[in-house]
């Protein structure tokens, strides 16, 4: 295969002023990484800061209801509630091995921005997060939560005012900073080799879930099952599951309101390979090649694009990959809420509306391991409003 490349995905496709930075990163994974200390030391604040290795929870209530048994990986239970922290302070750590003392992100929902935040803080570091003024206006807690962990909060007020334009402001500025400053990319896409130290970073989740099916089941699972918005909470789930031929992978996009022509996040299904933000890809675009606007009920699935390696496990067909609707993923959220006393977050309700709504399609008996990638108290109003309670 070659390098920086999951089949004819991924890639660099950065101007010539990026490539000192993406080299020094490059280098820096192989050399730090692998090193006793760096494992040390991220084992150490994964367990008693973020608060790993997070349950495995069986689903007594669904299960009799769907005649086969649902796990849950809870991520919903890692600091600041979601998967996004195993990443931040898996980058953070690295910059700061690299000598680097200022940390730069993109956001959309915020949510990586305050994972980004938490990171920097803890680690001594100052932080600067990117945000669309759309979504600045739209998520005024998540910009709080930034503001009081030191973070500053950049508006950027180009193009959509989302995260797409985020990411481009953060890339701009990495260009004029490089020297102290490191980009902490917030999912499983953009130039190599962001794809796969995102991976590197998530992979615990999938690790912990395989060794705790093992231990609780005596067997691995049948069905693997991840929401994807740009990918990283379904690759650091599914990666370490690839060998495994009879676990049977299922990745979930957002299909937004399923009404004709609506906005919708599902890249790998209703897409075309094109380059954004650095990489080859599946992306929802025009005839003319322009990126279409996203939408979902999700902010956080809310991505145009999606990660290479997930374009390439769909063309190869190790993966599969479905959709969920906004109606769908509410009655999902809504299920969990109430047979289980867990609120999920809605972009991990559309993993689980997949379940429920594929119920047909899974031996009864079988296992079926869900990523709950995160919880859903950020989702409540949009919950409320959109079902009328
Ligand atoms: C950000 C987010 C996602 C989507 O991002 P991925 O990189 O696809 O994982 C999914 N779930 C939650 C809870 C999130 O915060």
Redesign the pocket.
């Known amino acids: 295969m070659k390098k920086g490349y999951f089949g004819d995905f991924g890639g660099r496709f950065v101007p010539e002023l990026l490539m000192p930075p993406l080299v020094e990163l490059e280098e820096a994974m192989a050399s730090i990484l692998p090193s006793k200390t760096f494992r040390k030391e991220l084992a150490d604040l994964l367990a008693n800061y973020a608060g790993r290795e997070t349950p495995l929870t069986y689903c007594p209530a669904l299960s009799k209801k769907l005649g086969f048994d649902l796990w849950l990986k809870r991520e919903d239970l890692l600091h600041t509630g ?3 922290l195993n990443n931040t302070l898996g980058q953070a750590l690295l910059a700061r091995h690299m000598g680097k003392t200022n940390l730069i992100a993109e956001t959309g929902a915020g ?2 921005g305050v994972a980004t935040a938490a990171a920097a803080a803890r680690l001594g570091m100052t932080c600067t997060v990117y945000m669309g003024a759309e979504d600045v206006e739209r998520q005024s807690a998540n910009v709080r939560r930034m503001r009081l962990m030191g973070a500053e909060v950049v508006a950027v007020e180009s193009g959509s005012r989302t995260l797409k334009d985020a990411i481009n402001a953060a890339l701009r500025a990495w260009i004029s900073l490089q020297g102290s400053t490191h980009y902490c990319f ?3 896409a953009g130039p190599y080799p962001f794809p796969d130290l995102v991976r590197e970073f998530q992979s615990v989740i999938g690790r912990e879930a395989r060794a705790q099916m093992l231990e609780r089941t005596g067997s691995l699972p049948d069905y693997v099952v991840a ?8 690759i650091g789930m599914f990666a370490p599951f690839v060998p495994d031929a009879s676990v049977k992978l299922i990745g979930v996009e957002a299909g937004g309101s399923g009404e004709e022509g609506c906005p919708n996040s599902a890249a790998i299904n209703l897409g075309r390979p094109g380059v954004l933000h650095g990489e080859y890809t599946m992306l929802l675009q025009d005839e003319a090649g322009q990126i279409l606007p996203s939408g979902s009920i999700s902010a ?2 809310d991505y145009p694009g999606v990660g290479p390696e997930h374009a390439c496990l769909a063309a190869s067909g190790r993966v599969k990959y479905g959709v969920a609707y906004d109606h769908e993923a509410l009655a999902a959220f809504q299920a969990l809420c109430r047979f289980e006393g867990i609120l999920p ?1 809605l ?2 309700s559309h993993a689980l509306a997949y379940v429920l709504e594929h119920a047909g399609e899974f031996e009864p008996g079988s296992r079926v391991l869900v990523n709950l ?2 919880r859903g108290d950020k989702d409540m109003d949009i919950v409320e409003h959109a079902l009328h309670l």
């Open positions: 979601a998967h996004k949510q990586h917030g999912t499983a929401a994807v918005g740009g990918g990283s909470n379904a956080g699935l977050a972009e991990s990638s995160g």
